[in-house]
Each structure stands twice: as structure tokens, then as C-alpha cells.
């Protein structure tokens, strides 16, 4: 557990700021601008349909995110070939900017036992309630015990950690 929170806090986000250093950092969405849960709700759903759904390989040598203006600009090109994570960055990049008034946005990655169960989401807060993406839902959530109970639920698995990451154009994953 301890070597999973020192990877997961400290040394991912440098391996994926290193292994995604050419990939862009910036990038307008071709969405417009969504006002609502409803709104975003649909075009997560929308979106979703352009997902391919692909493990990572051999060559990522250890998973890795790459940035949330790459991932969107695949995501809206329908060609994001990636896990959880890449998907989530997309919506993180979407969220940031084209959902008006949503702040405190990450990604939340929750590791668990076993350890190939664990997954990474996008958490915001919008009109004073805190939000969780993952994939096509996008559910109101009361603290982050509930990301923990939502993945004990759908992955039928025991979280045992979580960690939040935000996105800086220059600096990278932080």
C-alpha cells in the first residue's frame, strides 16, 4: 500500500508528464458551452459513443494519463483509444472549458485490491454540490466516501486508496 501511494501521488504524475511530453497542451473543445448537469450529461453520453475501450499495452511500461487536451481532441475525433483514465481526462478537459461555473475539477483515481480493478474519474463541484463522471454517468455525491462506496458497488472491488490530480498547462499532471 505504501509503494502504491508513492507511485500514485508522487511519481505518476511525473512518468506522465515525461511519457506524454509531446502530446498537446492546448486545445479549445468543439463543444459549446454546457449550463447544466443535464447538459453534460448528454454530451458525456455523446461522447462516450466515440470511446474505444483499450487496456494499456506492453509499452506503456507502467499506466500512464496522458493530457486532457490530447484525450479531448481524440475524444471529439473519435479516435481516443485509451483506458478509464485517458477517457476521464478528456471529460476533465471538457468540464474545464465548456461547463460554465464548475471549479475544484480533478481526476480521482481510486486503487484497490486487486490492484487491475482500480480506476480513475473526474470529480467537480458545480453550484455548490460535488460531482462524479464515470463514463456515462454523472451522479451528486456528498464527500468522496461516496466515490469509495460507487466503486465497492459497480467494480465489485475493496478501494483501499485515493488520490486527486489536477491538470496545469505548463507544469503538467500535478
Known amino acids: 500500500m505504501h509503494i502504491t501511494k508513492i507511485w500514485v501521488a508522487w511519481l505518476k504524475p511525473v512518468w506522465n508528464n ?8 492546448e486545445y ?24 474505444n475501450y483499450k487496456y494499456d499495452d506492453v509499452s ?9 487536451p490530447q ?24 468540464v474545464t ?9 480533478k481526476l480521482i483515481t481510486v486503487v484497490t485490491k486487486p490492484l487491475k480493478k482500480s480506476h480513475t474519474m473526474c470529480v467537480f ?13 454523472v ?8 466515490v469509495l462506496d460507487h466503486m465497492k458497488q459497480v467494480y465489485s472491488c475493496e478501494p483501499v486508496y485515493y488520490h486527486l490530480n489536477t491538470w496545469d498547462v505548463r507544469k503538467g499532471w500535478k
Do not use: W
Not at 463541484?125 to 454517468?137: M, N, P
Open 139 to 146: 451522479i451528486e455525491i456528498q464527500d468522496y466516501a461516496i
Open 97 to 105: 472549458h465548456r461547463f460554465a461555473n464548475a471549479v475544484n475539477i
Open 28 to 51: 479549445t473543445p468543439l463543444s459549446v458551452q454546457l449550463h447544466t448537469i443535464g447538459d453534460l450529461r448528454d454530451k458525456v453520453k455523446v461522447l462516450y459513443n466515440n470511446f
Open 60 to 68: 506503456m511500461l507502467f499506466d500512464a494519463i496522458d493530457t486532457p
Open 18 to 25: 515525461f511519457r506524454f511530453r509531446k502530446s498537446i497542451r
Open 125 to 137: 463541484d458545480f453550484e455548490g454540490k460535488t460531482y462524479l463522471a464515470d463514463y456515462q454517468k
Open 71 to 94: 484525450c479531448l481532441f481524440y475524444l471529439e475525433n473519435n479516435t481516443l483509444q485509451d483506458d478509464c483514465d485517458g477517457y476521464h481526462a478528456a471529460i476533465y478537459h471538457l
